[in-house]
């Protein structure tokens, strides 16, 4: 079944207490997901892109302003699931029990929900390491057991959290045309935290951009590569523009001058 739900911010504003005094973390911040849209965040350490996923994912209350769910009028369903940067999966299940998880509190079948969380951990690079244990996993590959398993969930909207953060750039490449590949079967709302600007535009129909704490938009960039996408895309020059864009949006290049898209 396909789900589409569109999550809205208003206003919001977050702030933590620590024993320097408060910390803004997010202030009147106001953006709308797009049924079916690959959204990426992309902004300074610190900027509150975290905090954002865990407000949108119900884990925290914002202190101010308010978070909306609307479902598609033709399906009520408005499970959003977050892929965190640490503690996500269960610790005495091997990498195919958490992979199929969600399959199993839905009740599809044992040889079914393992057959399918096979072939996700295959893609995701798990092949033969099906019945490791988290406590053997490099912390990247807990993210991305998270991601096979958020898949398999089949929730309305994915949250992601710098899944691929802790990868080499090869492993990172091939898992990001992973993560391309499954997207593609269903087109999934997906909101996506990244450092990264060039893995930000390989995968996202948006981007937006937040300021420096406490966390804003301050440009939203599209992004109207064709897909499907592979990474041979990062060496256009279209793909070289946007990526000039979103770093002079983030303030990285002092000296470049700002394009348009």
Not at 1 to 8: D, I, N, Y
Not at 135 to 143: A, D, I, N, P, T
Not at 175 to 187: K, R, V
Request: proline share 6%; charged share 25%; net charge positive.
């Amino acid at each position: 079944m396909e789900r589409h739900v569109r999550l809205r911010c208003s206003q919001l504003g977050v702030t933590f207490e620590s024993v320097h005094g408060p910390v803004r973390a997010l202030d009147n911040l106001t953006l709308e997901t797009r049924e079916r849209e690959f959204l990426s965040i992309v902004g300074p350490s610190g900027c509150g892109k975290t905090t954002l996923l865990r407000v949108l994912a119900g884990t925290l209350v914002p202190g101010e302003g308010e978070v909306s769910r609307i479902p598609s009028p033709s399906d009520p369903n408005q499970a959003v699931l977050l892929v965190s940067q640490e503690r996500s999966l269960f610790p005495w299940m091997t990498v195919l029990e958490n992979a199929a998880f969600g399959c199993e509190m839905q009740g599809v079948p044992r040889r079914q929900r393992e057959s399918r969380a096979r072939e996700h951990l295959r893609r995701l690079g798990f092949a033969g390491r099906e019945r490791a244990y988290p406590h053997e996993l490099s912390l990247g590959m807990k993210q991305r057991v998270a991601v096979a398993r958020c898949f398999l969930s089949d929730p309305a909207v994915m949250l992601m959290d710098e899944p691929f953060a802790a990868l080499d750039c090869e492993r990172r490449l091939h898992l990001q045309q992973a993560l391309l590949d499954l997207w593609e079967q269903n087109h999934k709302t997906v909101v996506f935290v990244t450092h990264d600007v060039e893995e930000a535009i390989l995968l996202s129909d948006r981007i937006l951009v937040f300021s420096r704490q406490p966390g804003r938009v301050v440009a939203e960039v599209p992004v109207r590569l064709p897909r499907p996408r592979a990474s041979a895309v990062t060496m256009t020059e279209e793909f070289l523009l946007l990526k000039r864009l979103v770093a002079s949006k983030l303030g990285l290049y002092a000296g470049w001058s700002e394009v348009t898209a």
